[in-house]
């Protein structure tokens, strides 16, 4: 094997400690973190390629100004992962934390940012709310001042904030799982999981039966399918989320900009394309197709900020599942119905940017059969007990 | 009918002139900026995206990278297929200080330091150094510059076509497709990317008759088809709805039927240098030819395996140019021009030359000595991918056919055909065939035709399947030699070896592989690199094509202007005014933004409009709130089911205030529902969920088919203004005829009365806490009837009002506005909206929930709060208890009646009694608040009721 070799083929094996389903950032980082926790005997089975789903299409915006304490603090903890990511894993992910801006159109709005900026700083978090010169002068591109339908009146300022190089870090956390012991299968599709008396006991792939005392459900856009097989209804609702990059450009814009009221966010990659997205389609879909509607609607808001972009070229656009909770926050840890039945889904539109903390908190939570405090906050059991965890406001455009 | 567009220049007589990175180009009449270049001797047109190697034409055709320049400041225009206009400015891109001698090519010197992903293996140790080197790379990254000065002044505009076909391509097949469709009788659009109709034949008659072509002359002329050349269909999106780009205008056509007659991208052979310039496709080589009137100076080598390039070499040698060698692919010489050197069996190994093509390395290929050919050109032709692009966005399905070795496709979405080269027939007549039956096709779907024609089609599609497809080239298109700098990808500098390399250290899946080496990813979107790129990743995993799979191609076809996508400069976005709004703004007015509307936040001082409204009297629009009519027999059931609040026992003439909430129990919305007769209700919405509202009704009223319920948005048909404080009645009276009495109209009710001569919706009711009249007019008569009362108020001293002193006013009554006072967790319960939720009733939205809520208990509360002193905290100001956040504050101002500061918070449960105390948080000062039950003003409710 070449000492470059990332991860490799394996045949199944008949029996494992743990089956993770779903080879995006969630799955791929519990299945890294268990190993180092000792747990080796692991797959991970993806049905396409790793980084298929959300993990491989999402325009990879990372930051931790929420806007409730139980979030904050867990999203904080992811990015304090990531900022340790590139050394943790020796592979350049390329996290870029050039700062992020949302920015508020109306009173409404600013009052939200507010609010969020008074609690960030509440828990530490590098967060202020700040005037439009101040914004001018952070992005001297952007129409802060000129005529516009609905003038900028402040922005929430998050430093920390950036993106990062969304395939390496999928493909970086396959290559920690792969040499920590675990086997990541593609090609692998679950079709039914077998839970006699209870308990989860094998689940049944294309390529044969596994037997395993564990299950864990990483399968975002697609995770009322898996839970269907066990027969736990999710409270979420499965919606398209589109976006799309420019032809590569020199880079001049160094900041994640995001604004609700227009429904649109950018930022710039390091090769020089412009990534831009929006909200979740309003309506329920599994179509991975584009819209051109969406494409209309992004340029002709991305105009309003950036006037001189008009004979830019868009390059290419796609659509991505979300799996979309009533409070905009995850689903995570063991389910009360099935014993050795683990999800962590609801990963929305916000879900790429917690995957180390979701992986490194439910690999304590599978090795040591307790819920670590942190996770208490998301566990399903919230839904009947009433006790959301109101993120939309912070997680609806800005991812 | 043929529609040219606006970028078909019609350069004058004499040409024009434009710059190339500072040098002065002249253009002759018709040319390209390519074809002018060309002429000039400029081969070198930018460098290229890793490596800053120089790239010259290639494609010719709009689709490979290597002409991208900056035009006037607009980067990355593909100057072979844009004409130019006097005085234009082309610089290169990517380079510096030039093309010609660019510092950044030692990046070409350095690939092997550069290696396929370095970037992920290098530069994160130790971690500070990540943004040192990241700042780097963003000075060097990218292609175009952006021009930041683009005012953003071009004009764009969109027309929108409805049409029973739409046939994509005016070659061969695509102009025969929408010939025959039109003689069945169905109205079609054609389009072409093209000035001139006529495709791939225009520059390679082959071996047809050009009188083929005259069905393009018929066509032009053709009542039923209407046709766009310079125009590219750019996306087929779902149902039948194709994208197209002409110039600055978008063009959105709604077909029933599509034929996608896209023809073929030719295919690049991969060899050592093969992206010098110097090196062209074929095709491209006869477009500059017959199209741009150039000539190649210097000797040519062509290298082929198929016919085409024996007519391409019989072209050069008639127009007088020298063409060294042929090199055939195949083993016997497919063709034989006189005094044309042949090497049959042969092929390329390598270009050699430092900036151009100086020399083509010759092998046999079965193995043997290398001889090299001194030459300037090499132009090779080894076959045609189809252009599949559209029909695979469209939900196609492709195969790989391995005789063909092309992907083909095998299952056609509904509605969609393809006809051509697309679905690999090459010989003309073959195309032609092809492209009639297509046509025939999608007519035969529309159920045009006629038994005769259906019979000509049923013969067509017999003969075709019988036809031969005849492009098959030779094994590979890509040489055997181990050399480093064999391109398969030109937009990203990616190369054979980049490839193996990534397929060993485990990114062998297709769609890894692109997203690893990012082959595909750059501006051709793979239109140059697909075949090959997945005929090395089999060879080199030693698997059938057919299990390699292929890359996902999505739209856009071709990259498309933000501008164009947009439309309408400036910006088109919606922006909705009252009828009265003229009037408000005469008055001075201060609008603000809420939704699309403008709405009046204040006139002169808010105190001044409190205190007339609380005093004498003030009149407010109110137009923006939604309103909705709803009639027939089962509309008492609907808001019943709508609605936690009970509405079977609402008296007509009465009126109630209603909130609706969620299957979770979450507010929505809240407005007044008045029941105007035993099956008429009308009832009003907030302004900001005015869109949200109409939706949620007709989603439930689609669920609930068997009621039967008309509804009708009555938003911006209807004017509303409210008119309100302890005068408002004897402003009333004096312009209404009806009787507006305690007794006749007393709180809360609504009766149809004529206010000002017209006829109005009235309600009695009071959002501000005092005696008033909301009065709801056809939107036409808003001013008229509000200019009455402004009138009629005078010896009152009546005030316009604002949103502004609304909400003060509104904060004395504590009442509550839904998004603002409320969020996304707020459930009714919680809300402080109890006698509201009617648990008794059989079902409503939300039920289920609410009873579990009131079982488990409330956990926080909405409160009101009285604060002394005179520091108003920010509203979203937090609310503390023993250093951590438990609520916050909604709303807060001072309140005149109150004589305090007075607002509405989130609190727990634990510190909602009336007068707990709860700590303010406000720049770093903490404020000590009391609850209060009650609202701040009027708490026995007489003023409402007076
Ligand atoms: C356009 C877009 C933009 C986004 N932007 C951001 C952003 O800026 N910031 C952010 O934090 N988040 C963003 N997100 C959200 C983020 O991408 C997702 O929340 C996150 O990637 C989810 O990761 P995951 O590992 O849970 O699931 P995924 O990456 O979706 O992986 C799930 C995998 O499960 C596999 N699978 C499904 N069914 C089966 C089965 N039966 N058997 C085996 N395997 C199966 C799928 O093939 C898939 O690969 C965005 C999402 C989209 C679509």
Known sequence: ?399 | MTDHGSTEGHSAGNGVQFTFDGQIVRARPGQTFAGALHDAGIHTLSRSFKYHRPRGLFCVTGRCPNCMCSVNGEPNVRVCTRKPAAGDVVKPQNAWPSVRFDIMSIFDKMHRLLPVGFYYKTMHKPRFMWPIFESVIRRIAGLGEVDLSNGGSEQYDKLNLFTDVVVVGGGLAGLNAAYAAAEAGADVILIDDQPTLGGHVQHDPGSIDVHELAVRYQIMAHPRIQTFVSSTAFGLYEENYVAVQQGNRMIRIRAQQTVVASGGWERPYVFENNDLPGVLLASGAQRLLQQQGCKFDGPIVIVTDQPIGYRLADQLKQKGMHVAALVDLHDQPQGAIEGLRVLAGHTIQAASGKSHVTGAAIVPTRGGTMQTIPCQWIIQAVGFTPATSLLYQSGCKLKYNADLDQHQVTEWAQGVHSAGAVNGYHEPLVCVKDGTRAGLAAANALGLLTTDLTKRLTQLESEISQSTRDCKPTASYISNSKDKKKFVCICEDVTEKDLCDAIDEGYANIETLKRYSTISMGPCQGKMCQSASIAICARHKGIDIEAVGTTTSRPPEQPVPLGVLAGQAPHFSLIRRTAMHHWHEEAGARFLDAGTWKRPERYTDPHDEYQAVRKGVGLIDVSTLGKIELRGPDVVKFLEFIYPNRFANLAIGKVRYGAICDEAGILLDDGMICRLDEERFYLSTSTGNADAIDSWFRWWLTAKPQWDISMTNMSTALSGMNLAGPHSRDVLRRVSTGDVSNEALPYPSVKLLDVAGVPAIVLRIGFVGELGFEIHVPSQYGLHVWNTLMEAGKDFDIKPFGVEAQRRLRLDKKHLLPGVDTDALSNMYDADLPWIVKLDKEDFIGRWSLNRIKERGPKQKLIGFKLEGTTVPDEASLIVKQGSLVGRVTSVRYSPAAGSIVGLAWVPIESSKNGDIIDIRHAGQSLKAVVQDDPFYDVAGERLNS
């Open chain 1, 1 to 399: 094997m070449p000492a470059s070799r990332m991860w490799r083929d394996h045949e199944l094996k008949e029996s494992y400690d743990v089956v993770i389903i779903g080879g995006g950032v969630h799955g791929l980082a519990t299945a890294y973190y268990l190993t180092k926790l000792g747990v080796k005997n692991i797959a991970i089975l993806e049905a396409k390629y790793i980084g298929f789903g959300g993990s491989g299409r999402n325009t990879a915006i990372i930051r931790s100004n929420y806007r409730t304490p139980e979030g904050i603090a867990f999203y904080d903890h992811s990015v304090k992962l990531y900022e340790q990511l590139a050394l943790d894993l020796d592979f350049n992910v390329m996290f870029s934390q050039h700062g992020h801006l949302t920015l508020a159109h109306n009173e409404r709005g600013v009052t939200g940012l507010r609010e969020r900026a008074h609690t960030n700083q509440l828990m530490g978090i590098d967060s202020r709310l700040i005037q439009p010169r101040e914004i001018q002068e952070l992005c001297p591109m952007m129409n802060v001042f000129g005529p516009q339908r609905y003038p900028i009146q402040a922005a929430l300022y998050h430093p920390p904030g950036g993106i990062i190089r969304h395939d390496a870090v999928v493909w970086a956390y396959a290559r920690g799982a792969d040499r920590g012991g675990a086997h990541v299968h593609q090609l692998t599709e679950v079709n039914d999981i077998e839970t006699p008396n209870g308990a989860v006991s094998a689940v049944v792939t294309n390529r044969g039966r596994i037997k395993t005392g564990i299950v864990l459900n990483a399968t975002a856009g697609y995770a009322s399918t898996i839970c269907d097989m066990v027969n736990i209804p999710l409270a979420l609702e499965t919606h398209p989320l589109q976006a799309f990059v420019s032809e590569a450009l020199k880079p001049w814009l160094h900041h994640v900009i995001v604004s609700s009221t227009l429904h649109i966010y950018i930022s710039q990659s390091d090769r020089g394309e412009l990534v831009s997205g929006a909200e979740v389609d309003d309506y329920l879909s599994y179509s991975l197709r584009g819209t051109l509607a969406f494409a209309e609607g992004g340029a002709t808001h991305l105009l309003e900020l950036f006037p001189f972009l008009a004979n830019v070229k868009m390059l290419r656009q796609w659509a991505g599942l979300c799996d979309m909770t009533p409070d905009y926050s995850p689903i995570m840890g063991p389910v009360d119905e099935i014993k050795g039945f683990y999800i962590t889904v609801g990963w929305g539109t916000y879900g790429f940017k917690a995957g180390p903390a979701s992986g490194h908190l439910m690999a304590q939570c599978i090795q040591s059969g307790k819920t670590p405090k942190m996770l208490e906050p998301f566990l399903n059991s919230r839904f009947l007990r009433d006790q959301l965890v109101g993120e939309k406001a912070a997680a609806s455009v800005s991812h």
